[in-house]
């Protein structure tokens, strides 16, 4: 029996849970020789700027433990590019297209908005909040709940109302859910965690950083459970807002556990640098991961884990309680074993 | 035809197979791969690669290694022969494959050497381990009647790849290694101008560091006569053109400079398309640019795409397929 994989995302329904990230599959065009693209549940394209983007200078990547450090910067066509070339293609494909946009200053993001607006067959709109605002000394977006929240406000406020806008959030904050509150507030349909984290390699060969950009998002199965856990505390916050969990999903097992922590799809990207058919499978191991519990539709599984985990939602600050609790025990214990 | 199918990336997309090893030996400083890969091997060209998937399904090696193909052999369906320095640990893992193992294997991937239509004197140059697709490309030039000339180098005796092969099948073989242990002591560099004049060079094939191509080109540009220069920098994590990594200048046919990615619009480029003193940089005229002004209003980006291909070599010797 096959397993119903169909997943709402505003109006559009799309017919399965797994999606292409932004920044992974180009837009398309590569992935579309390993993958059926239409089959998918949608590709977020590579993050979209206003004028065309050289990006950064070699070397852009390098491999970490379980992952990738990397800094393009945004290498890209620029909209007028990719309204002629990119976006036609895509959905010539059958392929739905949730149009990732960056910009570097709140208009820029609003410009692009209303571009995608007038262009036909976007399924939705993914701000990514981690550019460098140029109003905020080139500190990302993502980093600033009020920033977050004004850029996700005027992206709103100029796209097409039928068009969804999620907005795509970095894990490099003290608190998630204050950034996400800022953007569900301003009017975001949706979220999508997390971007890739800051990180660094150094050459000890060169004796240079690894990396011409210096710093890089370190992305893959390296970050996975640190996106479970913003998954997981946005989805207790805002129990009905639709999230795209992301960050090293591998297999079926890693997209059932984005699922179970609440996110309602889920977007595979560094791993298809290491498996370019990765959409396809994990989409197939999905499937049977569900058949094999006897669960017939996907949409009974997200959000699964917090099912009687009240207790653990009293103490939503986590991170100092929990820390606190070990603490505390610890201590216990010593000064037990001592006396 | 086959040249303009795969040059549209239509015809002849990359494939994804499960591939057997065949056999795994020493050749001097290297190891040499053997797999059983049908579907890539009876359409692969001189000069495209394959990326591997190295450490096992839950590797934590994200990178593919990317690897050209040395030689396809028909036996078992079709084979793929790779040559490499079992070094960083990916290629170490690679390199204690056995027989029989199974390896997760795209290609053929990249844009293969374009070959003259007519007979041509052609100089195959190479360094090290990257000089292993150039013998296959002088089997295919000798079909067209074309003479390969080898000029082979690297640091040291038992790096220099191939050295036997050229000698059997080139109409001459030259040698040179930084140390002298065998052939002159130098580099392929210093050997390229007199066997450019000597042997009435046509066309140059070059598989080699970056210093080497910049060099050829250089050259090349001097006596004007076409090179197609195979690159395997910068590194490449993915190979099939998602990941952006592999990128560097070259300049379109419309003139305008675009940060092109090796492995897509690669591996092979025409010399003098590549602007080798700034690879590693965005130069500032570079479509994009920190700086960059569009044209009349953001045209361009799309308009035209570097397209370096068997249509671009040699006048009057215009490619087959």
New interface residues.
Partial sequence: MPVDLRTRLGQLELPSPVLAASGCAGAGRELAQFTDVARIGAVITKSVTLEPRAGNPAPRLTETPSGMLSSPGLQGPGIDGFLQRDLPWLLSRGARAVVSIAGHTIREYAELAVRLSDAAGVSAIEVNLGCPDAAAAGRPFALDATAAGQVVAQVRGSARYDIPVFAKLSPEVTDIVSVARACVSSGADGLSLVNAVPGMAIDPVSFRPALSGMFGGLSGPAIRPLAIRCVWQVREAFPDVPVIGTGGVRTGRDALEFLLAGAAMVAVGTVLFHDPSACSRIQRELEEELVARGIDRVSEVVGRAHDGAGAVADRHSWALAGAGAVAGGGSILRATKGG | MAADRDRE?GGL??V?VRGTVLTVRRVDAYVAMTVVAPAIATRLRPGQFVAI?VGGPQ??????RTFSVHDVRPDHGGTVEFVFLPREPGAAWLADCRSRDVL?I?GPLGRPFPVPRDPASCLLVGVGAAAAPLFALAGRLADRGCQSDFLLGAESADRVFGALTARRTGRSAMIATADGSLGARGSVIDLLPTLVQQARTDVIYAAAPLAVLRAASALAGRYAIPVQALVDA??M??G?????????PAVGTDGIT??VRAC?DGPVFRGDRVRWDD????PFD?????G?K?RGG?????ATRLTPGPHDIPEGRQHAG
């Fill in positions: 990336g997309s990359p994804q998937a590797s934590g090696m994200l990178s593919r997760d795209v910068p590194a994590a993915c099939t053109g998602l990941c952006m990594g592999c990128v560097l675009r940060m897509v690879v590693g940089t965005i570079a479509l994009g640019a920190p960059w569009s953001g045209v361009g980006p799309a």
